[in-house]
């Protein structure tokens, strides 16, 4: 009987300090961004890590010390209108970017969390351990997901972790626009991403969770 189980994928991880190195390409126009963090508070915690993938398993971790955020090579990256940003949960992930390494927009983008909730309405799991699972087959160890992002030296699990974050938001992307298309939806995910830095915006000037449309609320 043949083995069917989807193999993982093994990651080629270059490790830098404050910046990515210069002279990257991405040929395929979209480039998968991931970020750790100190914690979830746009205003106390601070960027520690930020994860970029080409697609084809190579990796780069850009690792923040603290003392700058500068990163020319990663903020030009992040800025170009002609390389698509992959992100999961891309509304966290731009707000903390565009704060500590000062950018004001960071477009175009693609969510592959939206696009799962698009696709898939109604009660479900849309977390990237989840549509990896179910999309791919592939499950994620997610052991090193509340761990110290701020330590000076990162252990060989947490890179391995970080590494995992940006390994197949391509894969998933493409699936996931081929269900936009199934479905007749790509007019809705493309509103949804216009409008997600407004959403980003508010997230940054401390407006609340509450849908601004509701009938009730603040």
């Not at 390389?83 to 693609?110: C, G, M, S, Y």
């Not at 699972?133 to 509340?146: S, Y």
């Amino acid at each position: 009987m043949n083995d069917t189980t989807p193999t993982p994928t093994v990651p080629n991880i270059t490790l830098c300090l404050n910046d990515l190195p210069a002279g990257l390409t991405f040929p395929s126009g979209m480039v998968a961004v991931y970020t750790e963090t100190t914690g979830l508070s746009l205003v106390t915690d601070r960027l520690c890590l930020a994860q970029v993938g080409d697609g084809d398993g190579n990796v780069w971790l850009v690792k923040f010390d603290g003392s700058d955020y500068s990163a020319p090579n990663l903020r030009a990256l992040l800025t170009n209108p002609r390389l698509t940003k992959l992100f999961h949960f891309a509304r966290f992930d731009l707000a903390i970017l565009q704060k500590w390494l000062n950018i004001p927009e960071i477009h175009p983008v693609f969510c592959t969390k939206v696009a799962s909730k698009l696709t898939q309405p109604g009660p479900g799991k849309h977390s990237l351990r989840s549509i990896c699972q179910q999309f791919l087959g592939i499950e994620l160890d997610k052991t090193e997901q509340i761990s110290n992002w701020a330590a000076e030296v990162l252990t060989e699990s947490q890179l391995q972790y970080a590494a995992s974050d940006v390994l197949y938001l391509h894969q998933l992307t493409a699936i996931l626009m081929d269900k936009l298309t199934e479905q007749g939806l790509n007019m809705a995910m493309t509103n949804a991403l216009n409008f997600l830095q407004t959403r980003v915006d508010l997230d940054l000037r401390g407006y609340p969770e509450t849908d601004l449309f509701s009938h009730t609320g603040w």
